[in-house]
């Protein structure tokens, strides 16, 4: 839901800008990266930060279990199966470059006549600017359309180095904190690769534990299916 909103955002603010400015597409371009990266970065640092904060005062509870980084490395060395989970998220994530000549082609196609024909054609009703915008809103919606459609967003498993259980809540890898009850979407066991894999939002956590029915029972103490 929430790559819609932003694609629709995005769609309609690029739209905009170039409706009042259509010379200056290259800065605006440039702009509109600079911003979006701008942003991600911005809300990083505050998920950092609040995670950071968690993490503190969930410690300040009583020790349920704490799993080293040691211990975690040497159970990734005995799971197989985990070199072919990456081959198949590298092959996964290559797929949206054959969605590229698609671009170009309506790019090239598009962009110097559909604008202009909006133009030509409802200028004379809603005037020059709004004609304008709605050529290049209706151009970026297809974009965006095409991008949702083909691009699936491949999530690989966060490998926690390290965790530390409290009653209060999770520690992983020292600095994101998860206060308890944490309401997961997904939850599963695999005794046989020794991990506990849980969907938090947008991300997956694997948990490594040598005796995985303790660290399942403790981790249902807290998870929230």
């Given at each position: 839901?929430?790559?819609?909103?932003?694609?629709?955002?995005?769609?309609?603010?690029?739209?905009?800008?170039?409706?009042?400015?259509?010379?200056?597409?290259?800065?605006?371009?440039?702009?509109?990266?600079?911003?979006?990266?701008?942003?991600?970065?911005?809300?990083?640092?505050?998920?950092?930060?609040?995670?950071?904060?968690?993490?503190?005062?969930?410690a300040?509870?009583?020790?349920?279990?704490?799993?080293?980084?040691?211990?975690?490395?040497?159970l990734?060395?005995?799971?197989?199966?985990?070199?072919n989970?990456?081959k198949?998220f590298?092959?996964?994530?290559?797929?949206?470059?054959?969605?590229?000549?698609?671009?170009?082609?309506?790019?090239?196609?598009?962009?110097?006549?559909?604008?202009?024909?909006?133009?030509?054609?409802?200028?004379?009703?809603?005037?020059?600017?709004?004609?304008?915008?709605?050529?290049?809103?209706a151009?970026?919606?297809?974009?965006?359309?095409?991008?949702?459609?083909?691009?699936?967003?491949?999530?690989?498993?966060?490998?926690?180095?390290?965790?530390?259980?409290?009653?209060?809540?999770?520690?992983?890898?020292?600095?994101?904190?998860?206060?308890?009850?944490?309401?997961?979407?997904?939850?599963?066991?695999d005794?046989?690769?020794?991990?506990?894999?849980?969907?938090l939002n947008?991300?997956?956590?694997?948990?490594?534990?040598?005796?995985?029915?303790?660290?399942?029972?403790?981790?249902?103490?807290?998870l929230k299916?």
């Open positions: 839901m929430r790559r819609v909103v932003i694609s629709i955002l995005s769609a309609l603010a690029f739209a905009a800008v170039l409706a009042f400015f259509p010379d200056q597409y290259f800065t605006a371009v440039l702009l509109y990266f600079l911003l979006f990266f701008g942003i991600s970065i911005f809300l990083s640092l505050r998920t950092y930060r609040q995670g950071a904060a968690s993490a503190r005062e969930i300040k509870g009583k020790p349920l279990l704490e799993i080293d980084e040691k211990e975690v490395n040497k990734l060395e005995k799971d197989k199966e985990l070199i989970e990456y198949k590298a092959r996964a994530s290559f797929m949206p470059l054959l969605t590229l000549p698609i671009y170009l082609l309506l790019f090239t196609i598009l962009f110097p006549t559909l604008p202009h024909l909006a133009e030509s054609v409802l200028g004379p009703y809603i005037g020059a600017y709004l004609a304008r915008f709605l050529g290049y809103a151009m970026f919606m297809l974009f965006a359309a095409i991008s949702l459609a083909t691009f699936k967003p491949q999530v690989m498993p966060r490998i926690v180095r390290s965790l530390r259980v409290y009653e209060a809540g999770l520690v992983i890898d020292r600095s994101l904190g998860l206060k308890s009850p944490i309401e997961v979407s997904e939850y599963k066991v005794e046989e690769r020794k991990f506990v894999e849980f969907r947008n991300q997956i956590f694997r948990v490594y534990y040598k005796d995985i029915k303790e660290l399942d029972a403790v981790l249902s103490r807290l299916p």
